[in-house]
C-alpha cells in the first residue's frame, strides 16, 4: 500500500487548482485523473475575471490559454435585446488546464489515466493509495463526496461544440433566453480566437433534450459534448478526512452554470488551511474552519445566484415578467463592474 499527505481525485480546475496551489505552499500531493488528457468536462470556456474580490488572472497565475477578453454580453429574450457589461476572459480551456498541471508538478505528482472506483477506509482504490487527506475534486458524480456521505446536487444538463458559422459581433458573448429556443435554460455564442463557442442547457431533462435537438439542426456544430452542471445551493465540503471543491461541492453560480473563477478561489482558500494542518502533521484537520472560511467569501453569493435561479425559472412563469427582472439585474452587474473595474 502506498501512503501520502494529500491526494487528490479529480484533475480539471478545481483539482489541478488546488494542486497549484499546494505546491506553492511546498506541500506534496498525489493527483490521480482518469483520463489521459485534459478538458475533458464541456464547458463554454468563459471565465468571470472578478468575483468576490479575486482576480482570474491572480488566481492562475498566466496568460496562457486566454485568448479574448470580452466586456459586453447581450442577452436575447422574446421582448428584445439587454445588454450586462462584465469582464469575461475566453479561454482555450484544454491550454489552460495544461498550465495549472505544468505549475502543479513543481510540487507534486500527477497521475492520468488513474479513476478511482472505490474509497474504503480511508483508502482509494483500486490504486491502493492510503492519504492523510483526500480532496474531491471529482464532479458532480464524485467518488470522495459518496465517501463522505455528502447528497449529490441537484444538476442540470448541457452540451457545447464548436463553430466558424455564427454571423454575430465577435468582440461580445450573446445568450439566448427562449422558451422557442430552450425552456428552464438558455443558449450561448461565446467568441473565441478564431471560432465560436456554442451550447444550450436546461435544468429539466426532457426540456435539454427537445432543446438539444432545435439547436443543434440550426446550429452546425463540430466536436458536440456534454455534462451534467450542478445547479444547487454548495453542499457541506467536508466528512471523514476529505475535503470537497468545485462541483463536487456545487461551488458554482447556479443562474450561469459558471464554476471556474469560484472554484479557484474555494482551491485557494483550501490550499491555506492544509498548509495550517501539515504544520501538525494532520492530526489535527479542522475541515470545519475550511468550510466556514469559504461559506464567509462565497456562501451568500454561491445562494443569492441560487435564489435568483429558482425565482427565474420556477416562480416567475410570464416572459415579459422574466425579461423586466433580468433587465434590472444587468444594470445593477452593469453599474457594479464599472465601479470596480473603473469603467
Not at 266 to 289: C, F, P, Q
Request: hydrophobic content about 40%.
Amino acid at each position: 500500500m502506498e501512503k501520502c499527505d494529500v491526494a487528490i481525485v479529480g484533475g480539471g480546475i478545481a483539482g489541478l487548482s488546488v494542486a497549484k496551489f499546494l505546491a506553492e505552499k511546498g506541500i506534496s500531493f498525489i493527483l490521480l485523473e482518469e483520463h489521459n488528457d485534459f478538458f475533458k468536462k464541456p464547458c463554454g470556456e468563459g471565465v468571470i475575471q472578478k468575483t468576490m474580490g479575486y482576480d482570474f488572472y491572480e488566481l492562475y497565475g498566466s496568460k496562457k490559454g486566454v485568448e479574448k477578453e470580452v466586456w459586453e454580453t447581450i442577452i436575447y429574450t422574446s421582448y428584445g435585446k439587454i445588454s450586462v457589461e462584465m469582464p469575461v476572459v475566453m479561454t482555450d480551456k484544454r491550454a489552460v488546464e495544461a498550465e495549472l498541471a505544468r505549475q502543479a508538478k513543481k510540487g507534486g505528482e500527477i497521475r492520468m489515466g488513474e479513476k478511482v472506483k472505490e474509497i474504503k477506509d480511508g483508502i482509494l482504490l483500486p490504486q491502493q493509495i492510503k492519504p492523510k487527506i483526500i480532496i474531491g475534486a471529482d464532479g458532480v458524480f464524485s467518488i470522495v463526496r459518496r465517501y463522505a456521505g455528502i447528497k449529490k446536487p441537484k444538476c442540470g444538463m448541457a452540451v457545447e461544440a464548436y463553430s466558424n458559422e455564427v454571423d454575430l459581433d465577435n468582440e461580445k458573448c450573446h445568450v439566448i433566453m427562449r422558451k422557442d429556443v430552450v425552456k428552464y435554460g438558455y443558449a450561448w455564442y461565446f467568441p473565441k480566437k478564431d471560432k465560436w463557442n456554442i451550447g444550450v442547457g436546461s435544468l429539466k431533462k426532457k426540456y435539454f433534450k427537445e432543446g438539444f435537438e432545435k439547436f443543434k439542426k440550426k446550429n452546425p456544430g463540430k466536436e458536440w459534448r456534454g455534462a451534467f452542471v450542478p445547479l444547487d445551493k454548495p453542499l457541506k465540503s467536508y466528512g471523514k478526512n476529505a475535503i470537497l471543491i468545485g462541483d463536487a461541492a456545487a461551488h458554482v453560480l447556479a443562474t450561469l452554470g459558471a464554476g471556474i473563477t469560484t472554484s479557484m478561489i474555494v482551491a485557494n482558500i483550501a490550499a491555506s488551511h492544509i498548509e495550517k494542518w501539515a504544520k501538525n502533521d494532520y492530526r489535527n484537520i479542522e475541515a470545519t474552519l475550511f468550510e466556514k472560511e469559504w461559506r464567509k467569501t462565497l456562501g451568500k453569493y454561491l445562494k443569492y445566484s441560487y435564489y435568483v435561479k429558482t425565482l427565474f425559472f420556477d416562480v416567475v412563469k410570464s416572459e415579459y415578467l422574466r425579461h423586466k427582472l433580468l433587465a434590472k439585474m444587468c444594470r445593477d452587474t452593469t453599474n457594479y463592474y464599472r465601479k470596480i473595474m473603473k469603467k
